[in-house]
Every structure is written in structure tokens, then in C-alpha cells.
């Protein structure tokens, strides 16, 4: 059978970004039924956006597996947290040969301390050729806290 979606412009999409919705699968170790990964990709981006959040606390891993081997040149990645006081840490690697290894592009924190600091944006110019599979790892909180990890919007291009 066909695997299909039918293209709409959004305007929240940005010219050139790749769409994950059309182009891959997303594979998520959890999602809360109230946060589902969806959110991660549906284009809504800043403060106060849809989110997708674990349902499981302890660290997490999203996984975009593309149809067909695709060229990265920019890993936008948004993180919100409203209500707990955290260092969330993420790891950003790609695959070239199917998701059977992984090299590391980027590891990066967040320091979250509501109501103060809520919110983070990264942009990260990259050269990759030939990606089969984005993989993100998350540790919601670098200090052992009893948290979820989540992410408000990735935009690949």
C-alpha cells in the first residue's frame, strides 16, 4: 500500500526546511498523551508553543529516520520549561548508514529556572551528507531530579 500525506503550505514553515511529516518516521522512547511527538514537528514554534513531552522521566531518545538519505544544513531546536528547575542535556548525532552507528554533531544544556529563564532556541549550521537518521538524546536533568524531558519544535534544513 501507498504511504501518502497530502502537502499543505504552513506558514510557520520556513523556506528549504525539510518536512519531517512527509519525508521520515519518528521514533520516541515516550510521549505523554497530553504532549505527543507530533508537537515536535507540527510547525508551531517560541514561548508558549505546543511541546512534546516524555511520559516517562530519566532520559529519552527521538530518532528521525528519513525515507530517502537527506543533505543537513541547519538543526533548529526549541526547548521550553514552564514549572521545574532543571539542566536538560542534549545530544544531537546522524547516521549515514541506516542507524546502525552514530557519530556526534552537537551536545548542548539548558538551564531552565522558572519563572525567570523558561525558554531556549539553538541554530546550528551543519554539513551532512547522506543522513539516514537524526537521533537526539535527552537527559532531562543533569542533577538526577525527577523530571520529563520535552522539546518544543525541531526544524531541519
Known amino acids: ?27 520516541v522512547t515516550s510521549e505523554s498523551h497530553d504532549h505527543p511527538v507530533d508537537h515536535a514537528f507540527d510547525g508551531r514554534r517560541g514561548p508558549g508553543a505546543s511541546r512534546w513531552v516524555a ?9 528521525v529516520a528519513f525515507d530517502t538519505p537527506q543533505e543537513l544544513r541547519h538543526i533548529r531546536l526549541e526547548v521550553e520549561e514552564r514549572e521545574v528547575p532543571r539542566q536538560q542535556e542534549v545530544e544531537v548525532a546522524v547516521s549515514q548508514d541506516g542507524g ?13 529556572s522558572p519563572p525567570g529563564t523558561t525558554f531556549e532556541a539553538e541554530d546550528w549550521d551543519v ?22 524531558a520535552s522539546i518544543t519544535s525541531l526544524s531541519l534544513r
Not at 102 to 110: A, D
Open 55 to 63: 511520559a516517562a522521566e530519566g532520559e529519552q531518545t527521538l530518532v
Open 1 to 27: 500500500m501507498l504511504r501518502k500525506h497530502i502537502l499543505k503550505d504552513s506558514p510557520d514553515l520556513v523556506r528549504g526546511e525539510i518536512n519531517v511529516v512527509a519525508t521520515a518516521t519518528v521514533g
Open 127 to 148: 554539513a551532512e551528507q547522506g543522513v539516514t537518521h537524526l537521533r537526539l538524546k535527552i537527559k532531562p536533568d543533569k542533577g538526577s531530579r525527577p523530571c520529563r
Open 100 to 112: 546502525q552507528s552514530y557519530r556526534v554533531l552537537r551536545r548542548q544544556e539548558y538551564n531552565f
